[in-house]
């Protein structure tokens, strides 16, 4: 069965529209407006694998607050419906991605429980059009709706384009192992159950 996830998020502040397919060839079709998120997201896709679509209409006349903030939301949406009941996933991911002089460590689990830790240490006010504080934010907020633990942590880097980058690079290896089937059905807990959405509405159809 195919894994894929699709989520439309209509403000007065945005419109996004997210679909993610987890057994992708790693192809991005990004556009949100903010290019350096952009190239952000590309990263994610094809390092990881996954085929991700990601088209936003935001406020960007007032900043790019809303428009990250949001972006992440609908995707980590996306992707934890891709996910349905996470039978038959690895569970866990790691990994280290360098580029160049800069290092960066991510650790997932696709625990059902949001939560993160985003350690990029950036100096710059932004990369591009887009705001150096939202980074963090953009992943932390992936995070929570994708209901996942997220630990992220660049160890070493002096050129803060490379830190982001080798942050979304590791994310996305770390990813890729953590979506990988077991070819069990079992779900990844001694708990028996990894909450997520697709539980809880199977939990209000019964």
């Known amino acids: 069965m195919s894994r894929v996830g699709s989520v439309n998020r209509g403000t007065g502040e945005t419109k996004v529209e997210c679909h993610i397919e987890l057994d992708g060839t790693g192809q991005g079709n990004i556009d949100t407006g903010v290019g350096f998120l952009d190239h952000m997201i590309h990263q994610l896709a094809k ?54 002089e800069a290092l960066a460590r991510v650790v997932v689990d696709l625990s059902g429980r949001p ?65 990988a089937l077991t070819g069990s059905k079992d779900v990844p807990s001694t708990k028996g159950l990894l909450e997520s959405n697709a539980n809880k509405r199977q939990k209000v159809d019964e």
């Open 47 to 100: 390092h990881s694998g996954m085929n991700i679509t990601v088209k936003c209409e935001g406020d960007l006349h007032i900043d790019d607050h809303h428009t990250v903030e949001d972006c992440g939301l609908a995707l980590g949406q996306a992707f934890d419906k891709a996910l349905g009941e996470r039978r038959g996933i690895v569970r866990f991911g790691y990994s280290y991605a360098p580029l160049d």
């Open 115 to 179: 939560f993160s830790r985003v350690a990029l240490g950036l100096k710059r006010e932004k990369l591009g059009t887009l705001s150096c504080e939202m980074i963090p934010h953009f992943l932390s907020s992936f995070a929570m709706t994708g209901l996942l633990t997220l630990h992220v942590d660049v160890l070493f880097g002096e050129n803060d384009h490379h830190r982001a980058e080798c942050s979304f690079k590791a994310f996305a290896l770390a990813i890729k192992q953590a979506i």
